[in-house]
């Protein structure tokens, strides 16, 4: 049932014009699993994300998502999966509850209101929802944006440096989300810069340089300051 | 099928409240039409022969300048929310969002139109008792098409950097027909006119009307892509 | 291959030119300077068919995702522009003796001119968009709305206006043109829709090297 991994990416390449973002990079995700990719800033980090969503094209290699090829059917990708990126994808003049009926309408969901002031409320917004989401802090808009998700029930989780900008309780809660999607069978890629706590939901870590995957290890029994010599090793010598 | 609608719909929904709360567009789209039939007033002077004449004409570059202007706002929530990627992430048929926005679009322009027509009605001395209807279809018929290509070429230019010269550059050409049409069918229709008498014209402007959607709605898959 | 079509096509254009401005007879009314139709009118003809072949090389790109009908429909375009450039200058030149003005607002003037801007603005979207796969599709979509407005130009510019030579060649009907003047006309097509092929493969095989070196 899980052998076959929810994400499989052989060889991939991916040129921007002249520049060669990311080259020969093999990475597995099984369902359950939860894989942290650490890079410096311009290694590819979100540019790797970006072709998991379907967002950019590979120029060469593939890319299997939820059993679908990310090049050939993207549509049938998208269905699959959850994107949490730097755009929190919410209209600023629109409402959370508003925005959240937006979105799964959009995505062909069928939800009733009751339904969907019961997924503000799993990510703790349902006291914000009438409320516009011009007034809303970081912490809330990534909830915002993950609301969705509740509904969607996607197989894949993208997030690209989910813990940024957010406060103490805010990661609390959202290493708590993650951690509950990972038990439900679904499959985390998250993007990351820090070596902190925001690990600690992670499965395995992926250390991204000079193009393609350095090291990929279980985080297992690593301390912070395992994985920050691990980094300072694999990722400088890529320079 | 149903789907579909529900998803056009909630664009059109969406649009709407956007509009409504930050009262960006409509606002200076009036304004706008307004100051654009001074321009005109000054640019012709004040013999009210050569005006009348120029009638059909005018009205219609007021209605392409303001809805070259409103259409190409099409997607600015998009752009200002950062939202784009969004909507190309959203599974299900784009053609659902392309109708969307073309509805969303069509109900403007039709709003401003009106507005114009009547300060045109009170500032040029129309009378427009008889002629409202034929009016009407011709008006209705003109701006299909114009929405149509306009709400397509808005999201191909969403992401140009120099969207604001790219848009009526191409948009232009593509209303040229449409613009004679138009101004002849008017011209025909205030005189007094039937519909009839400018069937030729009509069809063509009905035929357009129909292409232009079709392509849209065929081709909308591969604007809306990452 | 490519030796052959230019050769033919300095053939052809070499017949083209001594039919239309040794051979056919001088024009009663306007003199030599009608002569100047030789190069318009299959100028204007090739034009259209190089717009044409935008389309289908638009639609195929879109359905297919081909790089050669990419670069045939970004070839094409190209070419197409020369060519209505040409239409306006010929017909500029042949109409300021004839009619008194470079200028004047008739039906195929006008048409071809507006076909000439749209294919600008084709070329100018290509350039604009950095991501060659993004400007592919979109001109492709832009390739093909602009080509449904070919029609839709033709007739209301004809219905508005006509002050140009009716268009005898196509009219139904008996042709009041003679037969040494259309074979001059018909040898002259054939001589540019030669060029337009030679100019075409040209301009293709650069754009595939290009695309070949970035790659």
Known sequence: MASEPLIRVTGLRKTFGNHRVLDGLDLDVRAGE???????????????????????????????????????????????????????????????????????????????????????????????????????????????????????????????????????????????????????????????HSFGRELAVADRIAILAGGAIALDTPRGSLSTDDVHRLYALHAEDAC | MLTFARRAFIVVWKDLLVERRSKETLNALFF??????????????????RLGATLPGLLWLGFILTGLLGLARTFVAERENDCWEGLVLAPGDKSAIYVGKLAGNLLLMLVIETILLLLFAFFFNLDLAGVLPGLAVVIALGTVALAAVGTLFAAMTAQVRARELLFPVLLLPVEAPLLLATVKATEAVLLGETLGSVAHWLKLLAAADVVYVAVGVLTFDFVLEA | ?????????????????????????????????????????????????????????????????????????????????????????????????TWGTWWTWDARLTSVSILFVMYLGYLLLRGMIEDRERGARFAAVLGIVTAFNIPLVHFSVLWWRTLHQPPSLMAPGPAPVPGIIKAALYVNFVAFTLLYGYFLTRRVRVLRLEAEAEA
């Open chain 1, 34 to 192: 939860a894989v942290a990719v650490l890079g410096a800033n311009g290694a590819g980090k979100t540019t790797l994300l970006k072709v998991l969503a379907t967002l950019a094209r590979p120029t060469r290699g593939t890319v299997i998502v939820a059993g679908h090829d990310c090049a050939k059917d993207p549509e049938l990708v998208r269905r699959e999966i959850g994107l949490v990126a730097h755009s929190s994808y919410v209209y600023e003049d629109l409402t959370a509850a508003e925005n959240l009926a937006f979105w799964t309408t959009l995505a062909g969901l069928t939800s009733s209101a009751a339904e969907r002031a019961s997924a503000l409320a799993t990510v703790e917004l349902e006291r914000a929802a009438g409320e516009r989401v011009r007034t809303f802090s970081a912490g809330m808009k990534r909830r915002l944006s993950l609301a969705r998700f509740v509904l969607a029930r996607p197989r894949v989780l993208l997030l690209d440096e989910p813990f940024t900008g957010l406060d103490q309780r805010a990661k609390k809660w959202l290493e708590e989300h993650l951690a509950s999607f990972k038990a439900g069978g679904g499959a985390i890629v998250m993007t990351t």
């Open chain 2, 32 to 49: 706008f039409g307004l100051l654009l039939l001074f321009v005109f007033q000054f640019a012709l002077g004040p013999d009210r022969e």
């Open chain 3, 1 to 97: 291959m490519r030796r052959l079509l230019g050769f033919l096509t300095v053939l052809g254009l070499a017949a083209g030119l001594v039919m239309g401005f040794g051979v056919a007879p001088r024009e009663a009314t306007q003199g030599n300077v009608q002569r100047i139709m030789y190069l318009h009118v299959p100028s204007v003809w090739v034009a259209y068919l190089a717009f044409v072949v935008v389309l289908v090389a638009s639609i195929v790109y879109l359905v297919r995702r081909s790089e050669t009908a990419d670069r045939l429909a970004h070839a094409s375009a190209e070419v197409g522009v020369l060519f209505t450039g040409l239409t306006i200058a010929t017909g500029s030149i042949w109409g300021k003796p």
